[in-house]
């Protein structure tokens, strides 16, 4: 357990997403970000399928149908918050959360490193879209407000 790391005090937990194809996959992640409000940390890294499968035999027992694409991601939630946001939205791949009670996990954390990154996915581009959605509401609302104090004052002047 020494190689698992730790943010501020807890223990990280992973997120396996199987789907078709990479753009399932980087559409779960940003549904992961903007509707279950999960912190994804650092960039998400692509994994085998073949192992992705092989976890998923081990922790559900059996798999339906092998996945295509896979990859793994680290979230700043702990694993119930995160099962419980995930069961909310329907991402268009299958997520499956891994905390440190999984067999697996301290070997996913030592390999997470050396797997190469996810092209494509930037999580920081909904988080700019919404500062910029925010700014442009308040600018509204404060000529809004002038507009209706001008009003207000042309009013008492007749």
Not at 64 to 74: D, Y
Not at 106 to 119: S, T
Request: aromatic share 6%; net charge positive; charged share 40%.
């Amino acid at each position: 357990m020494d190689t698992i790391e730790k943010k501020h005090g807890e223990i990280m937990v992973l997120l396996l997403i199987r789907g078709d194809n990479y753009e399932k996959i980087k559409n779960a992640l940003a549904d992961i970000h903007r509707h279950a409000k999960l912190t994804i940390i650092g960039k998400p890294k692509i994994m085998v399928p073949e192992a992705a499968d092989e976890i998923l035999k081990y922790i559900l027992g059996s798999i339906k149908q092998p996945c295509k694409k896979a990859c793994l991601v680290k979230i700043e939630e702990n694993a119930p918050r995160a099962i419980d946001k995930i069961r909310k939205i329907h991402p268009p791949a299958h997520i499956i959360v891994i905390s440190e009670r999984h067999e697996p996990y301290p070997y996913l954390m030592e390999d997470f490193p050396k797997m190469p990154p996810l092209k494509g996915y930037y999580k920081g581009k909904g988080e700019e879209d919404e500062e910029k959605d925010k700014d442009k509401t308040k600018k509204f609302e404060r000529s809004k407000y002038k507009k209706s104090k001008i009003k207000s004052k042309n009013k008492n002047k007749k």
